[in-house]
């Protein structure tokens, strides 16, 4: 069974603050995504990375996938309330199109 | 990306009932499928939807307890069959494109 770890699940932090979650798994992925959902809402696609060792940013977010393309990380740089929300990565299962969601961290940006 | 609606938003339902869940798509798609989530945790998937053929269920979850239809590449149901509170979820809807997936926004159920 493949399994997608997310670190933390919790976050509360200040508006201005930078943080980082994680995402880790032993099993390789054909691709990563990330997603933010508030409540009453879908997840919403934020990115997706498919090469090992991508980055891509998106204004203050930054995402990597490792080189073995088994683990990601989101960071995100002087953190806005509007930030607020619930953040899942996922994990593609080559041609299935299935995906495998880790746990979520939920993040709190106080003003 | 696709635009998903998906009905109905939310519901209350009895034990021992059935609740049908609608998943309209503006565009065809090849992909999609039926996720289940409990409130701020993660998504778990119950079943790939296919066209013109039965569902392929996740381990766990079985055709008799969550009937799937797909008649077209534009619209799925999800059936929530003699529900229990356990059964007390979201239930979302996906499909997967070239650029991305899009989840519907979601179908609240609470069983009392």
């Known amino acids: 069974t493949q399994l997608l770890e997310q670190s933390p699940q919790f976050l509360s932090i200040q508006e201005g603050e930078n943080l980082t979650v994680y995402c880790n798994s032993s099993?390789?992925?054909?691709?990563l995504q990330w997603y933010r959902q508030e409540p009453g809402e879908g997840p919403v696609l934020l990115v997706t990375?498919?090469?090992?060792?991508e980055v891509k940013k998106l204004k203050r977010l930054t995402f990597q996938f490792g080189d073995a393309r088994k683990d990601s990380s989101l960071h995100i740089t002087a953190a806005q309330p509007g930030d607020t929300g619930l953040y899942l990565c996922?994990?593609?299962?080559?041609?299935?199109?299935?995906?495998?969601f880790g746990q979520g961290t939920t993040l709190q940006v106080k003003p | 990306s696709a635009v998903i609606s998906q009905k109905p938003s939310r519901d209350i339902c009895q034990r021992g009932t059935s609740l049908t869940i609608q998943c309209q798509v503006d565009?065809?798609?090849?992909?999609m499928f039926w996720y289940r989530q409990q409130p701020g945790q993660s998504l778990t998937l119950i079943a790939t939807?296919?066209?013109?053929?039965?569902?392929?269920?996740e381990s766990g979850f079985v055709i008799d307890k969550f009937p799937i239809s797909r008649p077209n590449l534009t619209f799925s149901t999800l059936t929530v069959s003699n529900m229990s509170p356990e059964d007390s979820s979201i239930y979302l809807c996906?499909?997967?494109?070239?650029?991305?997936?899009?989840f519907g926004s979601g179908t609240r159920l609470t069983v009392v």
């Open positions: 099993s390789v992925f054909s691709s």
């Open positions: 996906s499909v997967g494109q070239m650029d991305g997936y899009t």
């Open positions: 565009s065809q798609v090849t992909m």
């Open positions: 990375v498919v090469t090992g060792g």
């Open positions: 939807a296919n066209q013109g053929s039965e569902a392929t269920y």
């Open positions: 996922a994990g593609g299962l080559g041609n299935t199109g299935k995906l495998i």
